[in-house]
């Protein structure tokens, strides 16, 4: 999958989840984009089918619930750098079931979704914007 990190997480994540060869990931430090504002964010990761991974949940939330289409948002808690990994790494793995279990792969089915992790690693997936 392909994921946009925002500022507010270490850059480290990023550089973590591409030595794994699975993932590809981008940190606006590394490709010049420092201080975007979230709407810039939010429109960079739509051009470049890139999910959005932030802590900045109220901002981000309202942004792409305000979106036709987006290609996802999975949200973090603040907490240690070591510690956003494993959860961004248990949010994956979450991800990876629900969309097998709806025969879709991961990516296709974080489209206008929003997966939201608390500190304990609890997941939870919705929509946004919801479907009527």
Do not use: K, W
Request: proline content about 5%; glycine content about 6%; overall charge negative.
């Amino acid at each position: 999958m392909q994921f946009f990190i925002d500022e507010c997480i270490s850059p480290q994540v990023a550089a973590r989840l591409n030595e794994t060869g699975q993932h590809a990931a981008v940190h606006p430090r590394d490709i010049g984009r420092r201080g975007d504002p979230d709407h810039v964010v939010l429109r960079n990761a739509i051009v470049e089918d890139r999910i959005i991974v932030t802590e900045n949940a109220r901002d981000f939330r309202g942004l792409v619930g305000r979106e036709d289409l987006h290609p996802g948002l999975l949200i973090l808690p603040c907490v240690s750098r070591d510690r956003c990994l494993q959860l961004l790494q248990t949010a994956v793995a979450f991800l990876e079931t629900v969309a097998a279990g709806a025969s879709e792969t991961p990516a296709d089915h974080m489209i206008n979704r929003v997966i939201e992790v608390d500190s304990a690693g609890q997941c939870r997936i919705y929509r946004l914007p919801e479907i009527d």
